[in-house]
């Protein structure tokens, strides 16, 4: 079965540093892996996917992820955070296709001026 | 093209009332899906559809019941609501092997 772990809850850092949100998958069949942002009170938005293309996957805003097959890892970068970044991100992988996504328990990232 | 509508916003139910989570979608997609969302947890499927007629069950389907008469309607039904199904619930679509679009969300409290 496929699964995705975040570490951290929570994550903050300052206006301007770098964003390093981290995802770590399971799965026994090469996966598809996804980033997704919630704004409070608002709807899951894509913010990039992985889907056995080029390792390194750019997103909207800013954000890219790097498909690390030896570390098992999709872990989520911005070079520079705003705070209008601040969000809840949600990782996901799912074994084929776009459907049945199984999300890791989200990382709150906190963004101080 | 409206997306992925989803009624109502909030709603507060007594234990062991039933009710109707709407989802609608004006993209012609052929994959609709209900997910929780709850504290800590993540997302976690529900029930989903790949086409008008068919639909299977996700990771927790116990309590509902989900029927998809047409494309663009995906409804999801509590039966007899329990405290235990006070969460937020996300319908999702999308076209079959494409990425998913979600819903604004229902937030919903058993009492």
């Known amino acids: 079965a496929q699964s995705v772990t975040q570490l951290g809850s929570h994550v903050s850092v300052s206006e301007g540093a770098l964003v390093l949100l981290r995802c770590n998958y399971s799965?026994?069949?090469?996966?598809?892996l996804f980033w997704y942002v919630q704004y409070p009170n608002q709807g899951l938005q894509l913010l990039l996917k992985?889907?056995?293309?080029?390792?390194l996957v750019k997103g909207i805003n800013g954000f890219e992820a790097e498909f690390k097959k030896s570390e098992t890892s999709f872990h989520l970068t911005k070079p520079s955070a705003h705070m209008s970044d601040a969000a809840e991100y949600f990782c996901?992988?799912?074994?084929?296709?776009?459907?049945?996504?199984?999300f890791g328990t989200g990382t709150r990232l906190l963004v101080s001026p | 093209n409206a997306g992925v509508t989803q009624t109502p916003k909030f709603q507060v139910l007594k234990t062991g009332q039933s009710m109707t989570l709407q989802c609608a979608q004006d993209?012609?997609?052929?994959?609709m899906s209900w997910y929780r969302q709850d504290p800590g947890m993540g997302l976690r499927l529900i029930h989903y559809?790949?086409?008008?007629?068919?639909?299977d069950q996700g990771e927790v389907p116990n309590g509902y019941n989900v029927s998809r008469s047409t494309t663009e309607d995906f409804p999801l039904r509590l039966l007899s609501a329990a405290p235990s199904q006070t969460s937020v619930y996300f319908c999702?679509?999308?076209?079959?092997?494409?990425?998913?679009?979600f819903g604004p969300g229902t937030r919903l409290l058993v009492l």
């Open positions: 999702a679509s999308s076209y079959l092997g494409e990425t998913q679009y």
């Open positions: 799965s026994s069949v090469p996966p598809y």
């Open positions: 992985y889907t056995s293309a080029a390792t």
């Open positions: 996901a992988v799912t074994p084929s296709g776009f459907q049945k996504l199984v």
């Open positions: 993209m012609n997609h052929e994959y």
């Open positions: 559809s790949v086409g008008a007629g068919i639909t």
